[in-house]
């Protein structure tokens, strides 16, 4: 590290379970009775406090998880002329090079490199709309290059979901909704999948204060993320302090993004995250934002709250995420 560079710009310290729990759903996943209930507080409380929670024994199967892991290291190893036969596009589909991705605040932009995909298929009622919302579009696979993509990613993009679907309905029941409120919003969710790499941070990153991905808050509903075990990821926590999520392995980490904040009228918190590679070895991540239909309205009145008291007017879920994409992603600009 040169005199010149500022490494702690990126210090964090090493996280406690009060700051970032680990939720068990095993029960939830099984159906018993009362564990809806038991995990709504859970993600209430760690929703309220910090945004971010592990989950395990979230039924994903072990091969499921290796097969996307594998193919994802094996795609981003391909030389950089093959990834860019499918550059990202303002669908937010594609290969997205180092350098694309400036998030709102940053200094600088960031070291990560991604590949974006969506939904295989839409809702009939969806279909009419493509080429009108530029959210709902066709993948772009580099399927002569590298089929395994497609095919070893898609199976965990599935499961996910359902994942998503449970820890959805968990979060229903926390806002003292009916358990499948959620469902409604979600007859053909955008679900947003990225796949993400992370360089090694060098002494010239670090001088700049560059990160792998900047301090920022998730545009959407739900990130599920599934982590290596180099470790980067840091959580500010209620002190204001940033804390190490360390990688446990069998979990995910979630976390709640910027429209839940909005659609919850501020009663489950979006926090600020980062992550900044000095592991020495590549890092990896496959994030699924958990999304509603693009069309679906997104109004914290039908949660409940009086009138005057919800602090955001109706807005769709593409409308949002569109406008939080064209202050953050180069394409756009």
Not at 26 to 54: N, W
Not at 104 to 131: Q, V
């Amino acid at each position: 590290m040169s005199s010149s560079s500022n490494n702690s710009y990126a210090d964090a310290k090493t996280v406690a379970l009060d700051d970032i729990p680990v939720i068990d759903l095993a029960d939830l996943v099984a159906g018993k009775p009362g564990a809806i209930e038991t995990v709504a507080q859970q993600i209430v409380d760690a929703s309220q406090r910090i945004g971010f929670f592990y989950v395990k024994n979230h039924g994903i199967a072990q091969s499921v998880i290796d097969g996307a892991s594998a193919a994802m290291r094996d795609y981003f190893a391909l030389p950089t002329d093959t990834k860019a036969q499918t550059p990202v596009n303002t669908s937010q589909r594609g290969w997205m090079a180092t350098g694309m991705a400036k998030l709102e605040g940053s200094k600088t932009h960031d070291l990560k490199e991604i590949f974006f995909w969506g939904p295989e298929s839409w809702h009939p009622r969806l279909d009419a709309r493509k080429g009108v919302d530029s959210l709902v579009a066709q993948n772009q696979w580099p399927d002569a290059a590298f089929p395994r993509l497609r095919q070893d990613l898609l199976p965990y993009y599935d499961e996910i979901q359902r994942v998503g679907r449970k820890l959805l309905s968990a979060i229903a029941v926390g806002l003292k909704l009916d358990s499948q409120f959620f469902e409604g919003k979600y007859t053909s969710p955008m679900a947003r999948g990225q796949l993400v790499y992370y360089p090694v941070s060098t002494a010239k990153d670090e001088s700049e204060e560059r990160f792998g991905s900047a301090p920022h808050t998730d545009f959407g509903v739900l990130t599920l993320l599934l982590q290596d075990m180099n470790g980067g990821l840091q959580v500010r926590n209620r002190a204001g302090e940033w804390v190490a999520a360390t990688p446990i392995p069998g979990t995910l980490v979630c976390n709640i993004g910027d429209l839940l904040n909005r659609w919850s009228n501020e009663t489950l918190s979006s926090n600020l995250h980062r992550v900044i590679n000095r592991s020495g070895n590549e890092r990896h991540s496959i994030a699924i934002f958990f999304d509603p239909d693009p069309d679906a309205v997104v109004d914290p009145a039908e949660l409940g709250f009086p009138e005057g008291v919800d602090k955001y007017p109706p807005i769709t879920a593409s409308d949002y995420i569109h406008g939080k994409n064209r202050k953050n992603f180069s394409q756009y600009k």
